[in-house]
């Protein structure tokens, strides 16, 4: 069975700042890890996903997050926070034979201004 | 850019009617999903649908669920006979390709049993 820890269900940061949101998962067969981002009252959108190939893996609004199979991790970064980076964000993990996605419990991102 | 379509946004119901919640998927996408959030706690698979056949269901859908793509564009989650703790804020997803593919998810639906 997979599973997803997310560390921090709240984050503040001001303007600026440097974003760092964990993730660590948990997973018997190499993973495919995603990050999702949700705005208030809208769906889930996909920030970025590992599947193979390069560990660090760059996605949307200046986002990036690295594969660290020895410490089981997938944290997401972002040099310098912007206050439209207030929203939720969620790590996931599927199987790489199925398709159901596994997600943690979310982080709360606040950017101060 | 095509996006996912969920209606209604808001549904409330009582205890033990049944509820259909409607999704349209992206149009040439092939795998549907059903996930679901209840309030403070994460995001849970339900199920997915390939081929007009459930592929996968999770322990949480039982036999009070069914999903059904009625007409090529719809997908649906029916709720026989509603729980309190079916309250819960649903997500439908579609992809085009099950393996690697970005799954693209609906606003939602938030349910409400009272």
């Known amino acids: 069975a997979q599973s997803v820890t997310q560390l921090g269900s709240h984050v503040s940061v001001s303007e600026g700042a440097l974003v760092l949101l964990r993730c660590n998962y948990s997973?018997?067969?190499?993973?495919?890890l995603f990050w999702y981002v949700q705005y208030p009252n809208q769906g889930l959108q996909l920030l970025l996903k590992y599947t193979t190939g390069a560990t660090l893996v760059k996605g949307i609004n200046g986002f990036e997050a690295e594969f660290k199979k020895s410490e089981t991790s997938f944290h997401l970064t972002k040099p310098s926070a912007h206050m439209s980076d207030a929203a939720e964000y969620f790590c996931a993990v599927s199987d790489p034979g199925g398709s159901r996605l596994t997600f943690g419990e979310g982080t709360q991102l606040t950017v101060n201004p | 850019e095509p996006e996912v379509t969920q209606t209604p946004s808001h549904q409330v119901t009582q205890m033990g009617q049944e509820v259909i919640l409607r999704c349209v998927p992206i149009?040439?996408?092939?795998?549907f999903y059903w996930y679901r959030q209840i309030l403070g706690q994460k995001v849970e698979f339900l199920v997915s649908?390939?081929?007009?056949?459930?592929?996968?269901k999770s322990e949480i859908f039982d036999d009070q669920f069914s999903v059904e793509r009625p007409d090529g564009s719809n997908f649906t989650l029916k709720i026989r006979s509603t729980k309190l703790e079916d309250s819960a804020m649903y997500f439908c997803a579609s992809v085009a390709v099950a393996v690697f593919g970005e799954q693209y998810f609906g606003p939602g639906t938030r349910l409400t049993v009272t």
């Open positions: 997973s018997s067969v190499p993973p495919y």
């Open positions: 649908f390939y081929n007009n056949e459930i592929s996968e």
């Open positions: 149009s040439n996408h092939l795998y």
